[in-house]
């Protein structure tokens, strides 16, 4: 494998590391809305 095709390889790894943290933090942020709002009403 080359340097080019083993660097994108590794980057497209981070990228898909950095969108399931995105998803984990997104499903947080839902969940705690839903309780605020829950603890407002």
Known sequence: MSDKKAYEEKQ???L?????EIDKLKAKAEQANA????EYN
């Not at 898909?16 to 399931?20: D, G, L, M, V």
Request: hydrophobic share 50%; net charge positive; proline share 0%.
């Open 12 to 14: 497209r790894a981070k």
């Open 16 to 20: 898909a590391e950095w969108r399931a």
């Open 35 to 38: 309780e605020m709002k829950i």
